[in-house]
């Protein structure tokens, strides 16, 4: 079974700068899609960003990008210039490409404080 | 747009009482689950459906029912609450299997 890993429970940023969320995955397949969502206060679970295996270049959506290490099984979250609407969990998520897989896997999430 | 609708938001029952959660999306999307949130153990999908008629078991199944009769409604159904069934449940649906899923808001569930 697949396991993801987010080994920062917390972590704080201020205002202007770049924070970095780290992932950490086990999975024997070679195939498979990496999400980040987020949970702001509200509860709504947002998708952030999505990255698919078979491609090497990192995915980007304006001030987040991803560190994609297929080799170290690696998915971090960058957010730069960091807002206070930044403020969440942030979930990292996977799921297998392999036919009949539709199971996300979800790491326990990381708080995120934006500090004005 | 809606996307996808949940209610209610929030409910309180007592232990071995029965309930429905709703779950409804207006985007025509084939997929949809189940998925509840529990303090530091992240989202565990309970139950899937792929399309109408078709429903199977995610993670943690067991004290949950769904059914799937139409494509926008995927109903999830306790028969008798327990206290550890206490937990935010999410709906979720999705385009295709590979396609991103779209959460709905959430029901927050207390069981006493």
């Known amino acids: 079974a697949q396991t993801v890993t987010q080994s920062q429970p917390e972590m704080s940023v201020q205002e202007a700068e770049t924070v970095t969320l780290s992932c950490t995955y086990d999975?024997?397949?070679?195939?498979?899609?990496l999400f980040w969502y987020k949970q702001p206060p509200s509860r709504q679970m947002i998708l952030v960003i999505r990255?698919?295996?078979?491609?090497?270049q990192n995915a980007t959506e304006n001030r987040f990008s991803v560190n994609f290490q297929k080799a170290a099984k690696s998915f971090s979250l960058k957010i730069s210039d960091s807002q206070l609407g930044d403020a969440a969990m942030y979930f990292c998520?996977?799921?297998?490409?392999?036919?009949?897989?539709?199971?996300?896997?979800f790491g326990k999430g990381t708080k995120l404080s934006v500090i004005p | 747009n809606a996307g996808v609708t949940q209610t209610p938001k929030f409910q309180v029952l007592k232990t071995g009482q029965s309930m429905t959660l709703q779950c409804a999306q207006d985007?025509?999307?084939?997929?949809m689950s189940w998925y509840r949130q529990d303090p530091g153990m992240g989202l565990r999908l309970i139950h899937y459906?792929?399309?109408?008629?078709?429903?199977d078991q995610g993670e943690v199944p067991n004290g949950y029912n769904v059914s799937r009769s139409t494509t926008e409604d995927f109903p999830l159904r306790l028969l008798s609450a327990a206290p550890s069934q206490t937990s935010v449940y999410f709906c979720?649906?999705?385009?295709?299997?590979?396609?991103?899923?779209?959460f709905g808001d959430g029901t927050r569930l207390s069981i006493l």
């Open positions: 998520a996977y799921r297998s490409a392999g036919a009949g897989s539709y199971q996300l896997t």
């Open positions: 999975t024997s397949e070679s195939d498979y899609y």
């Open positions: 990255q698919e295996a078979y491609k090497q």
């Open positions: 985007m025509n999307h084939e997929y």
């Open positions: 459906s792929v399309g109408a008629g078709i429903t």
């Open positions: 979720a649906s999705a385009e295709g299997r590979n396609q991103p899923q779209h």
